[in-house]
């Protein structure tokens, strides 16, 4: 929301410098995104007169014209507009300026005269929408001045972060509102009182509802004998300073009426209306099956029979709360205009915005909410302003249909309630002024106040929210610092705030980055990993998605992961090393919430770090990964931990395995497939792994035991075995440590030969299918010092049952 100093001063008295006023809208909870001088654009743009206007002796449409702009000396400026003569008064743009276009104004040699300036129009100037000629100023318009200072366009504007739940902050009279209340001075509600003559409007337009649960109020005005065109200085000024583009008078009036009082509006042209009964027919109904409507954008669109349309007798006109239809459309031709202000249901203006791709500030307002009560304010405003600028006859009275008022809301404020909570003395009496302040009714009750909330604050529903109210006007920074209450409490982290802080810890310490994705997703993804969810489960369907691309909650982190490395890879950023822990979803029919599921999801590639000039970069995979989990497993204090070949469609085969803790599978690792890769844009290899934290937590153990450091020196013994390739390295080790009974400490594999795939019988020195492990095996006792006698009948007895459990056999 950009708020206008200029304007607001016009709405209430602020006695607050711009930086005192932004810290008390921040601490009300009103965020200032950014303040902006206007004006400052213009700089270099003087107001000027034409001394001298000559023909150019090189060219028939331009003219040679010597210009006063204040300086010791005139300029000299070739132009090619045709509306002026000597005499008039100019805005020029001098050497040096940088035009709202972003045109930079040179010294420039047009048809061999030399021009030092430009003189501006009003669309260069960004002040208007008229291109044809230049902008003409008043005959006492002081000449070298500068001319956003003349203009009026020397102003403040304040962004505001207005948040879902205040609609009644985005408007100018709801900011000043606002701001009254903070600073204790009156705001002034700006007049809407139209003079009103010839034919009544209910003889000229008839309205129905046909469903009050999708528009809660249609009112209608109508403007008889307007004359379109552009609008006066100050409503242009002012629409521009609210971020909007004039159009012509009667539009801009409509836009004016949105950015005052937050009520959205739309013109129609009144003959363009289809008839009934002798009068112009508004209906407001959801379209029909197959029905289409040109909007106002040339766009011919098909309706969802769920869309809310203003219809006439012969078919949707446009789209409520959202654009109008090319067909009705105000023009140069038109004559008499029918106004709409009406409110629309929040959720069906969303839908239909959203769903078209629609987005506008109109639709914003509907979507968040409008005041039901503003409807005929701000129909009598526009009217009013609409006769002023357009030259037109109001009809007299409004058609307004409203088939169910909301009863306003009442609560109880108690004092003694509102002191227990905030922690802070304020007395009755501050607190109703501000609520008054506010917009609220007050009645004084027993124990504190009836409050009646109005129907523009839709978001205080309980007294807590009336305390709130209180309090962020009263100054939360007023309010003191104690310490929180209770006797023998204790604060400490759950178990599985434990859990979840030591995976992230694990994982950072093996080398990768914590990431924070999105919980939505591309239902298109699961295509794109080949995924297929358990039984009877789907996705998890957002009824309001942001995009197309975010319709669904995340059933996997996998697609997150692969879309940073994507888009960090095209930008030059070949080493990715992340992490994230978040939650995936899934449901079924027939569940009311959603099953939820923790999970922590990692992806590796490029390289751990770039190598030294005469070096090659490894580039990072499986096993890197692999590595990353077993130091996640260690820190969790896992043990009974596999690593078991698998097939998944989004996993390179015989790249991929199932992670398995003490029989279950809790996750999987491998690395992605070339095809998924070029799905996602991305270059291999790519390691990605995923794995479920509550079954890790649930069988590791966060708490780490003590371990003495040895006393006593190990014995290192090496063995070679030579197995089918189907065995792999972990069930050797398991067998290992399966035989070696309480002396063997740690298995470590050092080597693994295959035989080459070209190598002739002579040159083999495996048999055909084999491959050779090589393990380095450390004996260890707690008591004493081992001998050779002690340790090699304990390996030999390994190896006889390692060799009989995996049919393998020592390497001569």
């Known amino acids: 929301m950009r708020v206008s100093l200029k304007w ?78 000597a005499g008039d008064k100019i805005p020029v743009a001098l050497i040096g300026a940088t035009l709202p276009n972003g045109m930079t104004i040179k010294r420039v040699k047009l048809r061999g005269l030399v021009s030092v300036g430009m003189m501006c129009s009003p669309t260069e100037l960004a002040v208007g929408g008229d291109a044809s000629g230049l902008l003409i100023l008043p005959g006492d318009a002081p000449v070298g001045v500068p001319f ?35 600073t204790g001075r009156p705001f002034r509600t700006p007049a809407s009182v139209p003079d009103e003559d010839g034919t009544p409007a209910a003889d000229l337009v008839s309205v129905r509802i046909e469903d009050p649960a999708l528009c809660l109020r249609y009112t209608a005005r109508i403007i008889r004998g307007v004359k379109v065109g552009p609008s006066p200085e100050w409503l242009v000024q002012r629409i521009t300073a609210a971020g909007a583009r004039p159009i012509n008078n009667v539009v801009d009036v409509t836009n004016y009426i949105l950015y005052e009082l937050g009520q959205p509006l739309h013109a129609f042209d009144l003959a363009t209306v289809g008839m009934a009964e002798g009068k112009s027919a508004i209906i407001v109904r959801t379209a029909r099956e197959g029905e289409r409507l040109t909007t106002l954008d040339g766009q011919e669109r098909v309706l969802a029979t769920d869309t809310l349309v203003i219809a006439d007798p012969d078919g949707p006109v446009a789209l409520a709360g959202v654009m109008g239809g090319e067909a009705t459309e105000v023009s140069e031709k038109t004559v008499d205009v029918l106004l709409e202000s009406a409110c629309f249901d929040t959720s069906t203006t969303s839908r239909t915005s959203r769903r078209l791709g629609l987005i506008s500030e109109a639709s914003l307002r509907f979507e968040r909410g409008v005041d039901p009560e503003l409807a005929t304010r701000a129909a009598d405003r526009a009217a009013q302003l609409l006769a002023e600028v357009s030259g037109g006859t109001v009809a007299p009275g409004i058609v307004d249909v409203y088939p169910a008022p909301p009863v306003p809301l009442v609560l109880r404020l108690r004092g003694d309630r509102l002191r227990e909570i905030v922690g802070a003395q304020i007395a009755d009496d501050e607190a109703a002024t501000i609520l008054s302040a506010l917009g609220m009714g007050l009645v004084p009750a027993e124990d504190g106040f009836d409050v009646t909330v109005p129907t523009f604050r839709p978001d205080v529903e309980r007294e807590i929210d009336l305390i709130e109210e209180v309090v962020r006007v009263w100054g939360m920074e007023r309010v003191p610092s104690t310490f929180p209450g209770g006797r023998e409490r204790v604060g400490a982290l759950t178990i599985a705030q434990r859990r979840d802080l030591v995976v992230g810890r694990a994982l950072r310490a093996a080398g990768l980055d914590e990431h924070i994705g999105y919980a939505f997703a591309d239902p298109r993804d699961m295509e794109r990993l080949g995924w297929e969810l358990g039984p009877d489960e789907v996705p998890v369907e957002l009824i309001n998605p942001m ?3 975010q319709a669904v909650m995340r ?11 994507s888009h960090n890879q095209r930008r030059g950023v070949s080493d ?16 009311k919430q959603p099953k939820e599921r923790l999970m922590a999801g990692g992806v590796l590639t490029g390289a751990w770090q770039r190598p030294a000039w005469n070096e090659s970069a490894r580039p990072l995979d499986f096993f890197d990964g692999k590595g990353a989990v077993e130091v996640l497993f260690a820190e969790l204090g896992l043990d009974k931990v596999t690593f078991r070949a698998s097939e998944h469609p989004w996993l390179q085969s015989g790249r991929s395995a199932d992670v398995i803790v003490r029989g279950d599978v809790v996750g999987w690792i491998g690395e992605v497939a070339p095809q998924v890769l070029d799905a996602y844009g991305a270059t291999g290899p790519v390691t990605l792994f995923e794995l479920g934290v509550k079954p890790l937590g649930k069988a590791g153990n966060v708490e780490r035991g003590y371990a003495e450091i040895p006393r006593y020196p190990a014995v290192n013994l090496d063995i070679a075995l030579v197995v089918e390739e189907s065995v792999t390295a972990g069930q050797l080790m398991q067998a290992m440590a399966s035989a070696g009974g309480k002396l063997l400490d740690d298995v470590r594999l050092f080597d693994v030969y295959r035989d080459p795939d070209d190598a002739s019988a002579e040159q083999r020195r495996l048999p055909v299918g084999k491959k050779s492990l090589a393990f380095s095996l450390s004996y260890r006792s707690n008591e004493r010092t081992l001998t050779d006698e002690d340790v090699r009948p304990v390996h030999e007895k390994l190896v006889v049952k390692v060799c009989r459990a995996t049919g393998g056999e020592i390497r001569g």
């Open 547 to 549: 995009s197309e691309e």
């Open 8 to 85: 607001l001063s016009e709405l209430i008295d602020v006695d607050l410098n711009v930086a005192a006023l932004c810290d008390r809208l921040d601490m009300t909870g009103t965020k200032v995104e950014a303040v902006h001088a206007t004006g400052a654009a213009l700089d270099g743009v003087v107001v000027g007169q034409v001394l001298v206007k000559e023909p150019h002796p090189e060219a028939d449409k331009l003219s040679y014209c010597t210009v006063d702009v204040g300086t010791d000396e005139p300029c000299s400026i070739v132009c090619g507009a045709s509306n002026f003569k």
């Open 576 to 591: 990715v090393h992340i992490y994230e822990l978040g939650n995936v979803f899934v449901t079924a029919a027939g569940r």
């Open 148 to 182: 956003g200072s003349y203009y009026g366009l020397s102003d403040t504007i304040i962004e505001l972060e207005v948040t879902p739940n205040r609609p009644d902050c985005l408007s100018m009279a709801g900011v000043a509102r606002e701001i009254g209340a903070v």
């Open 555 to 565: 059933w996997t982190l996998a697609a997150g992961l692969l879309r940073v490395v």
